[in-house]
């Protein structure tokens, strides 16, 4: 029995087709699928119910993803254990995969390739992931996928999930690269935001997340793998791509500095994009 546990806020637009990926083909009776709305103010749960049994709702009125990940922790009945971003796309065949993964025992924690669907977007964020695909970050899963799953030794690097921004990247610092793995033949979906202006805004959240992480949990910064900087210095090289190197440094540099502001102020405002989730009811139903 694989365990799946999905955070929803307000996902009516996409949560039929995030489900409808895996709970209604053969073999999901393997699946034990716990489906957290939490503060929704639409038809999420409603939408949700409807592939049950294997899916079961809870509904809570507290809008905290953290929140809803330990509510569905405690619900959820077996290892291992996957975790869920309710707008992103991942088949059954790839979260077996990520299980058969976790049952050798030589890793505590994996995710999947992202793969990101830019469709619909603009070309600064066109450029904007152009150049991100480049970078050591783009193949780290636990935090660029949407997706994470923990055997019951993983999940035991820590009791609950505290109440922060960054739950996949607190999740990714509690193991050494070596007992964490991104899988390449598993794959997700993660669909973008389509404006620039958007990107921004989700990458303050982002930012605003490391900057919590590092300030809480300062002890976990040895754990944080490759990072960017030597890769982006060397693409300058290339002329080539320079358009798209600007539009990367000025998101980052801008989204970086209304970080500091709102953790400087202690804002807590919630950089959420709606963009991609636009046009995706088409799949809102069974």
Known sequence: MISIVVPAHNESSVIARTLGAW???????????????????????????????????????????????????????????????????????AIRVLASRLERGDVLAVAPTPEIDLTGCSWPVRKYYGIRSR???????????????????????????????????????????????????????????????????????????????????????ANKGEANHRTLIALFKEPRIWSGLLIYCFVNMLARCR????CWTRGSAWERDNTSRIAQSAASSK
């Not at 592939?51 to 809570?60: G, H, L, M, N, Y």
């Not at 935090?143 to 505290?162: D, Q, W």
């Not at 970080?259 to 709102?262: F, L």
């Open 259 to 262: 970080a500091s502001i709102r």
């Open 23 to 93: 709970v209604s083909n053969s073999g999901s009776d393997e699946m034990d699928v716990v489906v957290v709305c939490n503060g929704c103010t639409d038809n999420t749960a409603d939408i949700a119910r409807h592939f049950s049994p294997t899916a079961r709702v809870i509904e809570s009125e507290v809008a905290s993803k953290t929140h809803a990940l330990n509510l569905g922790d405690q619900i959820a009945c077996a290892f291992p254990r996957i975790y869920v971003d309710a707008d992103i796309v991942i088949t059954d065949d």
């Open 135 to 221: 970078l050591p970050s783009s193949r780290e899963g636990i935090g660029g996928s949407g997706v994470y799953a923990l055997s019951a030794e993983g999940h035991k690097r820590f009791t609950r999930f505290p109440d922060l921004i960054a739950d996949d990247i607190y999740v990714r610092l509690q193991f050494t690269p070596k007992e964490r793995e991104t899988l390449p033949s598993a794959k997700s979906t993660v669909f973008p935001p389509r404006t620039i202006s958007q990107l921004i805004a989700v990458r303050t959240r982002a930012y605003a997340g490391i900057f919590e992480l590092a300030r809480d949990f300062s002890e976990l910064h």
